[in-house]
């Protein structure tokens, strides 16, 4: 089993930034993949970011690329989702996520088993 507990959400201005967190426990952290998703009232969830067990792979959604950062301390069974130039169309909830297979890096929320509570941003305009 894997507890995912995600923080660091709150109300911000467009143009600010916001740093999401989300702590693992459970299954050995360091060699599993991540991702991040999100899912707006009415809307489907979203795929935001991945980040392989090592860091060394990224990916991103076209939404967010270049706005955001998704990284990683394994020491800490942490992972992080920097988030610069916020827009009201990134308000939602963030969930982060851990994949069935650990060392697969995807975009489909199909291949993601385990799930936190998720933490709401709000962007105002």
């Known amino acids: 089993q894997v507890q995912l507990v995600e923080s660091g959400g709150g109300l911000v201005q467009a143009g600010g930034s916001l740093r999401l967190s989300c702590a693992a426990s459970?299954?050995?952290?360091?060699?599993?993949?991540m991702g991040w998703f999100r899912q707006a009232p009415g809307k489907e969830r979203e795929f935001v970011a991945a980040?392989?067990?090592?860091?060394?792979?990224?990916y991103y959604g076209d939404s967010v690329k270049g706005r955001f950062t998704i990284s990683r301390d394994n020491a800490k069974n942490t992972v992080y989702l920097e988030m610069n130039s916020l827009k009201p169309e990134d308000t939602a909830v963030y969930y982060c996520a851990v994949p069935r297979n650990p060392f697969w890096v995807g975009r489909s929320r199909e291949g993601y088993d385990y799930w936190g509570q998720g933490t709401q941003v709000t962007v105002s305009s």
């Open positions: 980040i392989s067990w090592s860091g060394g792979t990224t």
């Open positions: 459970g299954r050995t952290f360091s060699g599993n993949a």
